[in-house]
């Protein structure tokens, strides 16, 4: 009984580590895809083929009220998540996927970092030394490098465009993260998982069809339709688990799981796009994902 117990308790992280696994998935996915086509399209179809999956989830939950709350966390955070959503797509077809995926443990730090100019908050001795596990982490993803210099790991970094992008969308996050969970606080996680996609796929649409105007007549016979099935499947499994997840856990403890697809997406390069420097990139990858942990667990 107690070990029923026990597993129930701690369900949230089979949820977090199914939104890992299947995030992971549908990045790998969607580089494939954006090989091949405009990337503005496919990460708007990413995102179209997942609503069905998001919309049946809606039948399984009452209608939640709405105030003001919501809508103004709802309203604020959709232009980011725009701007988020089309660097992290050109950031997957600009890069490897073991030099972009682990910049995404950045977020905590910049959360720290706005915590601190705007409140006064001071950073715990772990949230210092996860700091520097993530900037150690950056270094080594590059430490090939070195012979250029001590610094070159570093500058390898910024030459990197798709590295530069997820850095910003780490950045992003950092807003979107805390502006979902006060949303979702004042709604539901399902409901707030198929409202939300729905409205930033309206937002993307013009965009995505200006960007791949050349392509748009061709979406079914030149196979991008096709080539974003899977990724949209994922990805509405990310979604539907990751807001479940959280429903049942601290954000923190969740995210904490669910940054375990930095590790398996940099082994999917590796397997899948036969990227370089495996070792490296996985214990630079590990170095950020540990790093990542002791701020998000320390706060």
Request: aromatic share 10%; hydrophobic share 55%; charged share 10%.
């Amino acid at each position: 009984m107690v070990m029923v117990q026990l597993g129930m308790e701690n369900i949230w992280v089979i949820w977090g580590l199914t939104s890992a696994f299947s995030l992971a998935t549908s990045d790998a996915l969607t580089k494939k895809a954006v090989g091949l086509h405009n990337e503005y399209l496919i990460g708007w179809l990413r995102l179209a083929i997942s609503l069905p999956f998001l919309w049946l989830t809606l039948l399984m939950i009452p209608m939640p009220q709405l105030d003001r709350d919501f809508f103004q966390a709802f309203c604020i955070s959709l232009p980011l998540e725009v701007a988020a959503t089309i660097l992290y797509v050109k950031a997957l077809k600009s890069s490897p996927l073991s030099l972009t995926l682990p910049f995404l443990s950045l977020t905590p730090v910049f959360l720290i970092l706005i915590s601190y100019l705007l409140l006064g908050e001071e950073v715990s001795l772990s949230g210092a030394v996860g700091v520097a596990g993530i900037a150690c982490g950056g270094y080594i993803l590059n430490i090939s490098d070195i012979r250029k210099g001590v610094w070159a790991p570093f500058a390898a970094i910024r030459r990197e465009r798709g590295a530069v992008y997820m850095i910003i969308v780490s950045f992003i996050y950092a807003f979107t993260s805390s502006l979902g969970k006060m949303a979702i606080e004042h709604s539901s996680p399902l409901f707030f998982g198929a409202a939300y996609i729905t409205a930033l796929v309206i937002l993307l649409t013009p965009i995505a069809l200006y960007k791949g105007r050349n392509e748009v007549g061709l979406l079914f016979r030149n196979g991008a339709v096709r080539s974003s099935i899977l990724p949209g499947l994922f990805q509405a499994i990310m979604i539907i688990s990751h807001m479940t997840g959280m429903g049942l856990t601290k954000v923190a403890y969740l995210i904490s799981v669910k940054r375990l697809s930095l590790l398996i997406g940099v082994v999917y390069g590796h397997l899948f796009f036969h990227e370089p420097g495996i070792r490296q990139r996985i214990a630079g990858t590990a170095l950020m994902v540990a790093g990542f942990l002791l701020i998000v667990l320390s706060r």
